[in-house]
């Protein structure tokens, strides 16, 4: 029975710090409080949330402004940590779709609005929850360099 206890706090506890960490991304790290969102304006954003992300049109990967970026990433302990990673990556500007899944994520993204380095930089991988490091980074010339996993 303890044990089953624990398990169940191990498990609030994750949620907890996964919704911390969505709440800060949404308002800010800043001091200055003329900066924060509200708690009913974080809500609103987060309820807008993008689901999905969207395929690249072929104009867009004959132009060579888009790239494939794969990551390992640490602290995924969980589906809902994975979800919480997922949406912290597609609702970044510049990334255009995102899969996360047992560690490692794929991110299709926008070379001219970021790079590889500002995604892995994010407050998503900065708090101290999740920790990023880059497996691979390609320029997408085809469709297949655009797919996931």
């Known amino acids: 029975m303890k044990l089953k ?15 911390v960490v969505v709440f800060q991304s949404v308002t800010g790290k800043s001091n200055d409080s003329s900066n924060k969102l509200s708690n009913f304006e974080a809500i609103a954003k987060l309820t807008q949330t993008r689901i999905e992300g969207r395929e690249l049109t072929q104009a867009e990967i004959e132009s060579g402004n888009f790239h494939n970026l794969q990551l390992r990433i640490d602290g995924l302990s969980c589906i809902s940590c994975s979800d919480t990673v997922f949406y912290g990556l597609v609702n970044i500007e ?3 779709n995102a899969q996360v899944q047992q560690g490692k994520s794929c991110v299709v993204y926008d070379s001219g609005k970021l790079s590889g380095d500002d995604i892995i930089n994010s407050e998503l991988f900065t708090t101290g929850v999740y920790m990023a490091m880059k497996e691979d980074d390609t320029s997408i010339t085809k469709n297949e360099h655009a797919k996931c996993f």
């Open 94 to 96: 510049g990334i255009i």
């Open 5 to 19: 206890t624990l398990h169940y706090v191990i498990i609030a506890a994750v949620l907890f710090v996964a919704v």
